[in-house]
């Protein structure tokens, strides 16, 4: 994905995040929609607004040490009321060793999983996004 020169060429000419990497993200795959591809990948017209999207895979993987510290920051978001969605469909990167452990840096959590929603949970299962919105809002202001 993030590699030179064909991830490069794939990210930077043919759009490849935008067009395959982020749709397939969304379990329901009747839901990527020719009007869904086009707000995926409207934002990267061009060659050059295409590079951040070939830079940032590279990035995330050399992040360790960065994201190792703002991990080790968490814990003070314990006492916050929380609400994880977690899809459990067809997702590699994040299982559930990782929903144990924001589980155990958001202490007052509420946690819903999806056994029909994969990473982009938000796309899969929208319905159940605005519940958890409302359930928070409710949690922390009072009825919405």
Do not use: C
């Given at each position: ?9 794939l ?6 995040f ?34 951040p ?8 993987r ?6 190792g ?18 899809g ?14 924001w589980?155990g840096?958001l202490?007052?959590h509420?946690t ?7 990473h ?6 929208p319905?159940?996004?605005?519940a958890?919105i ?10 919405v």
């Open positions: 994905m993030g590699g030179w020169p064909i991830g490069y060429f990210q930077t000419h043919r759009n490849y935008a067009k395959a990497m982020l749709p397939d993200g969304i379990s329901h795959k009747e839901k990527v929609t020719p009007s869904l591809r086009k707000a995926y990948t409207d934002p990267f017209p061009t060659v050059d607004s295409r590079k999207t070939y830079i940032f895979p590279g990035k995330i050399k992040a360790h040490a960065w994201l510290k703002i991990e080790s920051k968490l814990p003070i978001l314990g006492d916050l009321p929380a609400q994880i969605l977690w459990n469909k067809n997702d590699p990167g994040f299982g559930p060793k990782d929903l144990e452990k589980q840096f202490k007052m509420e819903e999983t999806l056994d029909d929603a994969s982009s949970v938000q796309e899969d299962r319905d159940r996004v605005v958890a409302r359930r928070v809002l409710e949690r922390t202001q009072g009825k």
